[in-house]
């Protein structure tokens, strides 16, 4: 633990002269972005949105860059990386001009090889300083182009960006997204101050050993431009043939869309990244064993209007909110297709955990797929009570309540689950009985009580398998095409690839067959 804490030390000194410089070069830098922990932002004195070309060519020049990484997602999810070491000025600026070449049939299973040339092209509001490069590098992530120089149609990135289009042209509300990412950090057991079984939720250091991998990995997404909200330890605590599973959650700010999608995909890549350097394993697979908590990726999502949040109306859950949350519920099924990828995630959605299986939403309701968490309505005079010197100040914190979306999980085609969300969300505002759809489907019980049962009886429920998933997501193609947002082609491609599994009648066949089960789960324990 010594070691981890070494180096956060130094790398707060690695990059304390950049924020040093960044004061000094900008004596008048504003409250945005004089705290930020970019140190772009903090240099350019801007925040990323408005980056140019030649704020990054300025910046690598005053800071002698050496190397630029393109970074992109591919058809699993990852981060493909593409690096260029910067032999000139003018060599610079023709690879933030005109982007690269690269093989799009080794990238997507959509994409033939008789035609697979596609462009790379860097976004430049995406730069950040690579954390972990010991020569010192620029990342930019960037978006996908066809030979004519349009944007993929196919690509998932841009899909989320015409599904947020969609709904601001259809509906005038633009879309706020911020997700929770669970993961187990699995390393050799220490006999030290352990804590129990399925004990961890909120545990401190000592009992929780890995609070500052979690910490480093926290610091160098905020560094990349993730909006971090909190950082902790979650239930899942477990040892099993010599090795220590500790479950950890990273939980972002609702930010814009698109951002929300990219710093996700971030994130993974930086604990993974963290993970290889000391020696231990991370996995945001969706179930590791059978009997102790999986990992989910919970979305939260609110609608945003002349910059402020839609889901709230006088202190209350608003109609736009129900209609919102309608749609989510009714493209629930499907929407498993992105969220739910491969057989693993439909050991975690099984009855009696908190991972959901039932169509229904409520307040604080950990069984239900869609929860309203509890929120900071009405008046709030907490703080001046625990603080009584505190002057009081009224403030409005409807800002701060989201719908929560539960069933996703690390396996998620981040994009597309997003994209999805935002169709279901404008689905939802533009269903005519939207309002009775929510009043029908809210539930203020424990649908797994076995008094309630005849109530959980009259809902629908999440697809079993893979297999199923895919048939709802055939079934209500249509939705997600229209307005040209989802090309056919991606609904039928992700439905033949789901079908695959051939997971039909999984669950039965490994029901008490818990060798066979984990040989699936070591199978697909680095997904997403």
């Known amino acids: 633990m010594a070691k981890i804490f070494y180096w956060i030390q130094v790398k707060v000194a690695t ?49 002698n860059i050496s190397m ?32 690269e070449r690269v093989d799009g049939s080794s990238l997507f299973p959509f994409i033939g090889a008789s035609s697979s040339d596609l462009y790379v092209l860097p976004r430049y509001k995406t730069a950040f300083v690579n954390p972990f490069s010991e020569i010192p590098t620029l990342d930019i992530l960037c978006s996908y182009y066809d030979k004519d120089g349009n944007p993929l149609e196919s ?23 911020m997700g929770e990412l669970e993961y187990y950090v699995i390393s050799p057991e220490n006999k030290l101050f352990q804590a129990p079984d399925q004990k961890g939720y909120h545990e401190s250091f000592p009992f929780a050993k890995w609070e500052a991998l979690r910490a480093e990995a926290m610091f160098a997404i905020a560094q990349t431009g993730g909006k971090i909200k909190y950082g902790h330890s979650e239930v899942g605590n477990f040892k099993f043939d010599g090795m220590e599973y500790e479950q950890n959650e990273i939980e972002f700010l609702p930010v814009t869309l698109e951002d929300a999608a990219d710093q996700l995909v971030i994130a993974k890549w930086i604990l993974r990244t963290l993970a290889y350097k000391y020696g231990v394993s991370i996995t945001f697979a969706p179930k590791i064993t059978v009997g102790k908590a999986g990992s989910g990726m919970h979305i939260h999502t609110r609608l945003m209007k002349d910059g402020d949040n839609a889901m709230v109306e006088n202190g209350k859950l608003s109609d736009t909110a129900r209609k919102a949350i309608a749609g989510y519920l009714d493209l629930a099924p499907s929407l498993t297709a992105f969220g739910n990828t491969n057989p693993t995630s439909y050991f975690r959605l099984v009855p009696h955990q908190e991972a959901p299986t039932n169509i229904c939403w409520g307040d604080r309701n950990r069984s239900v ?50 994209a999805g969300l935002t169709v279901a969300a404008r689905h939802g505002l533009e269903m005519e009985n939207a309002l009775e759809y929510a ?12 008094k309630h049962k005849d109530k959980s009886a009259r809902l629908g429920q999440l697809p079993i398998s893979c297999w199923d998933s895919a048939d709802r997501l055939l079934e209500q193609g249509e939705i997600y095409q229209k307005y040209n947002v989802f090309p056919q082609s991606v609904i039928e491609g992700f439905a033949r690839k789901l079908k695959t599994y051939n997971d039909k009648n999984l669950r039965q066949e490994l029901e008490n067959n818990d060798e066979k089960l984990m040989e699936i789960v070591e199978q697909y324990f680095h997904c997403g």
């Open 15 to 63: 990059f304390a002269p950049l924020f040093e410089t960044s004061i000094m070069k900008n004596p008048f830098a504003n409250s945005l972005t004089e705290m930020n922990p970019s140190s772009l932002v903090q240099y350019l004195n801007k925040p990323s949105d408005e980056f140019t070309k030649a704020d990054l060519i300025r910046y690598i020049d005053d800071h």
């Open 439 to 450: 009043r029908n489907t809210y539930v203020d019980v424990n649908i797994f009580d076995e």
């Open 155 to 177: 690509s998932p990135e841009y899909i989320l960006r015409k599904a947020h289009n969609a709904l601001k042209a259809h509906t005038g509300y633009s879309f706020e997204v």
């Open 369 to 418: 797929l869609v929860r309203v968490p509890l929120g900071w309505s009405g008046t709030n005079n907490m703080i001046f009570h625990a603080n009584p010197h505190e002057p009081v100040e009224p403030k409005d914190f409807t800002n701060k309540q989201t719908v929560e979306f539960r069933c996703p999980d690390g396996s998620a085609d981040v994009y597309l689950l997003l």
């Open 68 to 99: 630029i990484n393109f970074r992109y997602a591919g058809g699993d999810g990852r981060l493909k990386t593409l690096n260029f070491v910067i032999n000139s000025r003018e060599h610079l600026d023709n690879v933030l001009s005109t982007g």
